[in-house]
């Protein structure tokens, strides 16, 4: 079995994913697990999958995984970690908002039991290298409160793009998910304090890199409503196992 599964989900990043895979390889190649690299495609229609299948021939533990067409974030990472093989599948966001070296600090975790890590930004001793604008920082921190009121209480920080499950978290939690687009990160979470999950919550360095496909008047205002979904998934019981 392989050690860390690396999943990027990506989306027309044929500029950006150059560094990012860079970085993800200078790491693991020191690493002292064994590894593999998911690139889960988005439905990309720029040069993102031709640049993956060329890396991918260089360096044979990269993998492209890919969506017929575009269909959010989402579900890319739920393709992502579901085609992954490692015993822990760490998805990370393209633009090195977060450094791979931050998973210095996830390891000793993961190797205590934990079953969720994730990346946070309001921990204390977090470090905001480079913050988000303000509108986008006040939304986020809304989005954060409602998150913890509607979803799960004791996380401080749901969106950051650095989260790691094992492979029994990501049996339990991906294949339930029903969210594709931006509140996904709340709805995976969520489905694994339901199902039992020990969650971590690991402060980070964080950086916030130009580029960002996030649409604050359409997504901002559809993550909201995605919260009330989740909570109206679940009471329809929609996020049982099924047979």
């Given at each position: 079995?392989?050690?860390?599964?690396v999943v990027?989900?990506?989306?027309?990043?044929?500029?950006?994913?150059?560094?990012?895979?860079?970085?993800?390889?200078?790491?693991?190649?020191?690493?002292?697990?064994?590894?593999?690299?998911?690139?889960?495609?988005?439905?990309?229609?720029?040069?993102?999958?031709?640049?993956?299948?060329?890396?991918?021939?260089?360096?044979?533990?990269?993998?492209?995984?890919?969506?017929?067409?575009?269909?959010?974030?989402?579900?890319?990472?739920?393709?992502?970690?579901?085609?992954?093989?490692?015993?822990?599948?760490?998805?990370?966001?393209?633009?090195?908002?977060?450094?791979?070296?931050?998973?210095?600090?996830?390891?000793?975790?993961?190797?205590?039991?934990?079953?969720?890590?994730?990346?946070?930004?309001?921990?204390?001793?977090?470090?905001?290298?480079?913050?988000?604008?303000?509108?986008?920082?006040?939304?986020?921190?809304?989005?954060?409160?409602?998150?913890?009121?509607?979803?799960?209480?004791?996380?401080?920080?749901?969106?950051?793009?650095?989260?790691?499950?094992?492979?029994r978290a990501?049996?339990?939690?991906?294949?339930?998910?029903?969210?594709?687009?931006?509140?996904?990160?709340?709805?995976?979470?969520?489905?694994?304090?339901?199902?039992?999950?020990?969650?971590?919550?690991?402060?980070?360095?964080?950086?916030?890199?130009?580029?960002?496909?996030?649409?604050?008047?359409?997504d901002v205002?559809?993550?909201?409503?995605?919260?009330?979904?989740?909570?109206?998934?679940?009471?329809?019981?929609?996020?049982?196992?099924?047979?």
């Open positions: 079995m392989i050690d860390l599964s990027i989900p990506t989306y027309n990043e044929e500029k950006r994913l150059g560094p990012a895979l860079a970085e993800t390889l200078d790491y693991l190649r020191r690493a002292p697990e064994s590894w593999e690299v998911v690139i889960a495609d988005d439905g990309s229609v720029d040069g993102t999958r031709a640049y993956v299948e060329e890396q991918a021939r260089r360096e044979p533990r990269i993998r492209l995984v890919r969506l017929p067409e575009n269909r959010g974030k989402g579900a890319a990472v739920r393709l992502g970690m579901l085609e992954a093989k490692g015993r822990w599948r760490l998805f990370r966001d393209a633009d090195r908002s977060t450094a791979m070296a931050e998973f210095d600090r996830f390891r000793p975790l993961l190797a205590a039991g934990a079953d969720v890590v994730i990346a946070s930004r309001r921990l204390p001793g977090a470090n905001l290298a480079r913050p988000q604008f303000l509108p986008r920082r006040l939304l986020g921190m809304g989005f954060t409160r409602l998150c913890r009121w509607a979803l799960v209480e004791d996380v401080v920080d749901f969106t950051c793009g650095f989260k790691c499950f094992t492979d990501s049996a339990a939690v991906f294949p339930l998910q029903l969210l594709e687009r931006w509140g996904f990160d709340g709805e995976i979470l969520f489905l694994a304090k339901r199902a039992g999950l020990r969650i971590e919550q690991v402060p980070v360095t964080w950086n916030d890199e130009a580029g960002s496909k996030v649409r604050v008047l359409i205002p559809r993550s909201f409503w995605e919260l009330v979904l989740i909570r109206w998934n679940a009471l329809r019981g929609m996020y049982r196992a099924k047979p």
